[in-house]
Antibody
Framework: QVQLVESGGGVVQPGRSLRLSCAAS????????MHWVRQAPGKGLEWVAV????????YYADSVKGRFTISRDNSKNTLYLQMNSLRAEDTAVYYC?????????????????????WGQGTLVTVSS | DIVMTQTPLSLSVTPGQPASISCKSS???????????LYWYLQKPGQPPQLLIY???NRFSGVPDRFSGSGSGTDFTLKISRVEAEDVGVYYC?????????FGQGTKVEIK
């Protein structure tokens, strides 16, 4: 079954950096786009970034553009989020999530933009 | 960015009774490819979100048939035909017609 396990969260001072990881299993990681979504304490969901199956295309929310970088290592079945110049408002639980269909399925069946499986999340606290 | 507005923001329902949540988008979610990129998620307490409905009305694998989605353009609805205790949590609509996904504020559903 699909498993997504985030790690790398913790307490970090404003202006510093942190790298999150998301270890994937139970599916062919290299065939699926992946997302990061965050949730500030007691708040709603905010989409952060998406990366295509091969890493060639990346899109970001305006709130993180220029500070965060999404990447992946398909040989390690791992998704990353490099977070630089962190701010207090970046404090949140960060979830990774997979796209619903593989690139092969989308070529035949058309685009799929759903986030179908999510990890349990990792908490990032930005505080001095 | 497209703004998603959900109503109501909270709902208290008697078990066995129906419930309905509305989601309105600031722009049409009908893409030129013919698909409407509107989804519904449920986040149960202490858990990550889980996909309920994709592309307006398609139930995701394992989702009970008491959940249904409808709507078009900018107006969408999630209905629960008979609410059960396990349905408590926060429901979110989400759009992805542009390559920038946005969520509604969430609707908290409680059991009376």
């Amino acid at each position: 079954q699909v498993q997504l396990v985030e790690s790398g969260g913790g307490v970090v001072q404003p202006g510093r950096s942190l790298r999150l990881s998301c270890a994937a299993s139970g599916f062919t990681f290299s065939s699926y786009g992946m997302h990061w979504v965050r949730q500030a304490p007691g708040k709603g969901l905010e989409w952060v970034a998406v990366i295509s199956y091969d890493g060639s295309n990346k899109y970001y929310a305006d709130s993180v553009k220029g500070r965060f970088t999404i990447s992946r290592d398909n040989s390690k079945n791992t998704l990353y989020l490099q977070m630089n110049s962190l701010r207090a408002e970046d404090t949140a639980v960060y979830y990774c999530a997979k796209v619903g269909k593989s690139v092969e399925q989308q070529l035949v069946q058309g685009p799929d933009r759903r986030l179908d499986y999510w990890g349990q999340g990792t908490l990032v606290t930005v505080s001095s | 960015d497209i703004v998603m507005t959900q109503t109501p923001l909270s709902l208290s329902v008697t078990p066995g009774q129906p419930a309905s949540i509305s989601c309105k988008s600031s722009q049409s979610l009908l893409h030129s490819d013919g698909k409407t990129y509107l989804y519904w998620y449920l986040q149960k307490p202490g858990q990550p979100p889980q996909l309920l409905i994709y592309e307006v009305s398609n139930r995701f694998s394992g989702v009970p048939d008491r959940f249904s989605g409808s709507g078009s353009g900018t107006d969408f609805t999630l209905k629960i035909s008979r609410v059960e205790a396990e349905d408590v949590g926060v429901y979110y609509c989400m759009q992805s017609i542009q390559l920038s996904w946005t969520f509604g504020q969430g609707t908290k559903v409680e059991i009376k």
